[in-house]
């Protein structure tokens, strides 16, 4: 993994999940802040998945396990994808809190994924 990279990736999906709790703790319903920051977050771990895919091709293979690096990875790139669906069909304010936690949740997993690569000794 790229540590510039997982460094705005956590930081991104940390504000992105504090900004739907507090939207969503502030009575607000899912829209277009809150599910565009869900998205900006989904979009960097599809970026993620290319950069995992094209990494050891150029020389930097995990140190971790590889299957629990994507596992964490693919479970991280559906969590935002729920977040959203649940927001579209549970149109509340809880909807929004449930997305930053999601959000909070990737930026964890994250930070995992990252540990996994970089620090771990299979």
Do not use: K
């Not at 998205?39 to 396990?65: F, K, R, Y």
């Not at 809880?94 to 000794?121: C, E, K």
């Amino acid at each position: 993994m790229i540590l510039w990279f997982t460094i705005a990736q956590v930081a991104v999906a940390t504000v992105a999940g504090v900004l739907c709790v507090v939207l969503g703790l502030a009575g607000r319903r899912p829209g277009d802040v809150s599910v565009g920051a869900l998205a900006l977050v989904q979009v960097l771990l599809i970026a993620q998945i290319v950069v995992a895919i094209v990494a050891p091709l150029v020389g930097n293979p995990p140190t971790g396990d590889l299957l629990e690096y994507w596992a964490y990875l693919v479970t991280a790139a559906i969590l935002p994808i729920a977040g959203v669906v649940w927001a579209f069909v549970d149109r509340t304010r809880w909807s929004v809190v449930v997305m930053g936690v999601l959000s909070l949740a990737v930026a964890i997993m994250v930070y995992r994924m990252h540990v996994i690569w970089t620090i771990q000794i299979a």
